[in-house]
T-cell receptor, first 117, second 112 residues
Framework: GAVVSQHPSRVICKSGTSVKIECRSL??????MFWYRQFPKQSLMLMAT?????????EQGVEKDKFLINHASLTLSTLTVTSAHPEDSSFYIC?????????????FGPGTRLTVL | GESVGLHLPTLSVQEGDNSIINCAYS??????FIWYKQESGKGPQFIID?????DKRQGQRVTVLLNKTVKHLSLQIAATQPGDSAVYFC???????????FGTGTRLQVFP
C-alpha cells in the first residue's frame, strides 16, 4: 500500500519549452502533496505544498509562475516547469500524505529526471 | 533548509558490522523525525520515524535515537548488508505543519 507514482521518469527537453510532471497516489487519496527538487549529491529541497482544490503554497525563492502546480483531484498533482532552462535540470520528487490516516507520513514517488538542453 | 556542499559525507563499513549515521537538526519546534534511504536515481524510502516524546525507537535491524537537548538524531543499522548501501537522510517535521526539512545526507558504503 501507499504507492506514489510519477510520470515521466525521465524527460529531456529543449530550452524554452514547458514540461509537465505528474504525481499520482495509486492506492490512497491525498489532499496534500509536496514537490521537491534535488540537485546531484545534494539533499531534497521543498519547493511547494500542493493542496487539492486550492492554490499551492510555495517556499521562499521558488517562482510560482515558473513552477505551476495543479492538484485537481485527490490522487493527482502536476508540476509544470514553464520556459525551462538548463539550470532547471534536476531530479524532481513528489510525496503524498494519506488523507484517510491520522499520520502525517509522506510517501515518496520515484522521481523524475529533467534534463534541459 | 539549505543544502551545503557537493560532496556527501561517506560512512564506509564492512558487511556484518553495525553502522551509525548521525544527523543534527536545527529547529527546536520540530516534533517528528524520519529517516529515509535513497538509492541512486530513486525516491526516498521510509525507514523509521520517532516522535519528540520518545528518545528511542526500534525497528527491524534499525534503531533511531533522539537527543532533544543537543538536537541530535542517529540511525543505527545492525549487521549491515550490501543492500543497505545508499544515501540516508534525516528529516524533521516542523510542529503544526506537514512540511519536512531534510538534512544533508550521508552515503553509506558497505564493503565485503
Amino acid at each position: 500500500g501507499a504507492v506514489v507514482s510519477q510520470h515521466p521518469s525521465r524527460v529531456i527537453c529543449k530550452s524554452g519549452t514547458s514540461v509537465k510532471i505528474e504525481c499520482r497516489s495509486l492506492d490512497f487519496q491525498a489532499t496534500t502533496m509536496f514537490w521537491y527538487r534535488q540537485f546531484p549529491k545534494q539533499s531534497l529541497m521543498l519547493m511547494a505544498t500542493s493542496n487539492e482544490g486550492s492554490k499551492a503554497t510555495y517556499e521562499q525563492g521558488v517562482e510560482k509562475d515558473k513552477f505551476l502546480i495543479n492538484h485537481a483531484s485527490l490522487t493527482l498533482s502536476t508540476l509544470t516547469v514553464t520556459s525551462a532552462h538548463p539550470e532547471d535540470s534536476s531530479f524532481y520528487i513528489c510525496s503524498a500524505i494519506d488523507s484517510g490516516k491520522r499520520t502525517d507520513t509522506q510517501y515518496f514517488g520515484p522521481g523524475t529526471r529533467l534534463t534541459v538542453l | 533548509g539549505e543544502s551545503v556542499g557537493l560532496h556527501l559525507p561517506t560512512l564506509s563499513v564492512q558487511e556484518g558490522d553495525n553502522s551509525i549515521i548521525n544527523c543534527a537538526y536545527s529547529n527546536s519546534a520540530s516534533d517528528y523525525f524520519i529517516w529515509y534511504k535513497q538509492e541512486s536515481g530513486k525516491g526516498p524510502q521510509f525507514i523509521i520515524d520517532i516522535r519528540s516524546n520518545m528518545d528511542k525507537r526500534q525497528g527491524q535491524r534499525v534503531t533511531v535515537l533522539l537527543n532533544k537537548t543537543v538536537k541530535h538524531l542517529s540511525l543505527q543499522i545492525a549487521a549491515t548488508q550490501p543492500g543497505d548501501s545508499a544515501v540516508y537522510f534525516c528529516a524533521e517535521n516542523i510542529q503544526a505543519t506537514d512540511k519536512l526539512i531534510f538534512g544533508t545526507g550521508t552515503r553509506l558504503q558497505v564493503f565485503p
